[in-house]
């Protein structure tokens, strides 16, 4: 046996004991044998007949060379697994996966690049999912490598993969092209940006979709090694990376038109901060392309004929406006852009758009404004974004698409910080009151979700009818989901309503909820009476609900009952420990007489949490649950004697409350 394998193989409890289910597969076969006919086992699966015993051995990598050691992971397992890439593609899979965690197994750091071979074959297969896989254990593996054997192994490697005739290699380089950037040698820099350029002009559509996908993260890895010098005229930025940005730009394949935004993005986040660290004449210079060719392939995108693009493009526009903020005159060419992508023909563009309204508008630029003087004469001065785009509100609360609005209202009351109280009042709360009367039930959720915003700035004063006409409607709605998420924010808007208009407008709410159809939303009713009691104190609760959950309590439906039960329980938790035990308690106790098992059942699953609540009656409630113990229902006697046995035994609970 190799001396290799002995002093450096895993040991076998860690293989055999393992939680995973393939391991445990194996276990069975491993128990009793030594550590070479255990590594035979396990490389026989990976020849056997059956795929689901090759896909379990191809997931136990580690586990086979943990067994076998360095010396025969790299001279035997290896080159086998490289004769088996022509495998069904579950255990390519497996394997591409595997090979990332093989470092360790295969001598280390210096032996790293071993397993170069075997990925690079995996990275040319035609399925998508080896290849991802492939990808990322390239990625993790080439991490531990010295710059020697990085320059001598991996970015060969990655030559080969773009110069290769099929097609599915050149797509994985156009991944570890930009990946291995940050560590290549000056020399090496350019003509990797030439391999991949030559990506993005492939012949095959795929490649260059792919390309253009990975085209953001070259221009990071570009601008991070490159800094002000990649600026320069003849510079890896100005010379090399923008021409493939107008090459892509101008594809007939909206596939690869929809990445745009996003490297426009990505090159506005790198290029704007590095441009404001040059000279004049230089900061000049990239000022006008940017001006001249990258703002205008952003506007290309937003209004290009593919909805897909314009959709990608109204995603990513609150990072588009963000990256470029700080240039100058951006915004009063992207605003336009933006507002024409709310009002597109396409209601999905305009819904993405309507969720980014907030974002943009929230980006601290200013925008060049054209008001008429009293002399008839025009005259600019800067705005606000928000003040620009709050004006967008009013034409979206009329819009057909229902998710459109929808998509208002979660977003609208974050303008209002932004706006000021005034102009929160003026321009931004008469939509709003719209948006509140209109006829979707999600629309006004998803405004009343939001308020908070609008509060802080205006406070809730303005809105309370409107608002509380808003909420009885959701409460009455048909669908049951609607009135369980307005009972869900019911305490919120509590706090901001305050407890008078609480408990004359919206208490009355959660006790009719007591009595809903649905057992959901009668427990969330319950809830909120505690929540509100937590809020307000006992003696509103006193005033405000406790009669009519009383009155309930007495409802010929036993499932109403049992609610106005659990609403008294829960409501005694949130009380001081005198009031629980002289009003609540009492209430609780008369239900264990209820001529339904289920309400006494529950009455002594209540009196378990009444119990350290109310220990100056612990008499009573261990008296109620030895009655209960002999109950006639053997569920009341199974849950009262649990009940009784948390609390201890019935004579020591019975001396200690005397006592």
Not at 640 to 654: N, R, V
Request: aromatic share 6%; with cysteine.
């Amino acid at each position: 046996m190799d001396e290799d394998m002995v002093d450096e193989a895993m040991p076998l409890e860690m293989m055999v004991e393992d939680g995973d289910d393939n391991t445990m597969r194996m276990a069975p076969l491993l128990v009793g044998n030594s550590k070479e006919e255990q590594a035979q086992i396990l490389i026989e699966m990976l020849r056997a007949e059956e795929l689901s015993d090759r896909i379990t051995a191809a997931h136990q990598l580690t586990k086979i060379a943990g067994v076998i050691g360095f010396v025969r992971t790299r001279k035997e397992l290896l080159p086998y697994l490289v004769e088996s890439v022509d495998d069904d593609d579950e255990v390519l899979i497996a394997l591409a996966e595997g090979l990332g965690k093989l470092v360790p197994f295969v001598g280390g750091n210096s032996f790293a690049h071993s397993l170069l071979p075997l990925l690079e074959m995996l990275l040319t297969t035609e399925e998508n999912a080896v290849r991802e896989k492939a990808i990322t254990s390239t990625k993790a593996v080439v991490e531990s490598f010295s710059d020697e054997i990085f320059n001598d192994e991996f970015v060969e490697m990655v030559i080969r993969l773009a110069t290769k005739e099929w097609f599915t290699a050149r797509m994985s380089s156009c991944f570890l092209l930009p990946f291995s950037f940050s560590r290549l040698h000056e020399h090496q820099k350019r003509n990797h940006i030439s391999l991949f350029a030559a990506l993005c002009r492939d012949d095959m559509p795929l490649v260059r979709r792919v390309a253009a996908q990975n085209l953001g993260e070259l221009i990071n890895r570009v601008a991070e090694t490159s800094k002000e010098k990649g600026l320069f005229e003849g510079g890896l930025i100005t010379a090399s990376i923008l021409p493939l940005y107008i090459d892509l730009a101008g594809s007939a394949q909206d596939s690869i038109r929809l990445h745009m935004p996003a490297n426009c993005m990505l090159f506005g986040a790198q290029v704007v901060p590095l441009m404001q660290k040059l000279d004049d004449p230089a900061r000049d210079n990239i000022h006008n392309i940017i001006k001249s060719k990258i703002i205008p392939l952003i506007i290309s995108c937003a209004n290009d004929s593919s909805w897909r693009v314009r959709w990608t493009t109204a995603s990513k526009f609150s990072g588009i406006v963000e990256a470029f903020k700080n240039f100058a005159g951006a915004m009063d060419v992207l605003i336009p852009a933006f507002e024409s992508l709310l009002k597109d023909t396409e209601a999905e563009v305009r819904t993405a758009a309507t969720f980014n309204l907030s974002l943009v508008a929230g980006c601290g630029a200013d925008i060049t404004a054209l008001n008429d003087n009293a002399d008839g004469f025009s005259i600019s001065k800067s705005i606000p974004v928000a003040q620009r785009l709050v004006q967008s509100v009013a034409s979206l609360i009329d819009d057909d698409n229902e998710h459109v609005r929808a998509a208002l209202a979660s977003v609208a009351t974050d303008l209002a910080p932004l706006l000021g109280r005034e102009e929160a009042i003026s321009l931004l709360l008469p939509p709003l009151m719209d948006l509140l009367r209109d006829p979707s039930s999600e629309v006004r959720l998803n405004l009343i979700s939001t308020l908070s915003s609008l509060h802080e700035v205006i406070g809730l004063d303005l809105l309370s009818q409107s608002l509380l006409s808003a909420i009885l409607e959701l409460a009455e709605d048909s669908k049951w989901r609607i009135r369980l998420v307005i009972l869900r924010h019911i305490p919120l808007l509590a706090e901001q309503l305050g407890k008078n208009f609480v408990g004359d407008n919206l208490t009355p709410v959660c006790v009719r909820l007591l009595e809903d159809d649905i057992s959901s939303i009668r427990e969330a009713a319950a809830r909120n009476l505690a929540d509100l009691t937590s809020l307000f104190g006992s003696d509103w609760a006193f005033t405000h609900f406790l009669p009519a959950i009383k009155k309930i309590l007495k409802d010929r439906s036993y499932l109403r009952r049992l609610t106005a039960l659990k609403a008294c329980a829960a409501v005694a938790m949130v009380m001081n420990s005198d009031i629980a035990s002289q009003k609540m308690l009492p209430i609780v106790l008369e239900m264990s007489n209820d001529d339904v098992p289920n309400i006494r059942f529950n009455v002594a699953k209540a009196l378990s949490s009444f119990g350290p609540k109310c220990a100056n009656s612990m008499h009573s409630i261990t008296q109620t649950l030895n009655e209960l113990v002999d109950d006639s229902d053997r569920d009341v006697r199974h849950f009262a004697k649990e009940t009784l046995d948390s609390f201890g035994s019935k004579s020591s609970m019975i001396g200690t409350a005397t006592r």
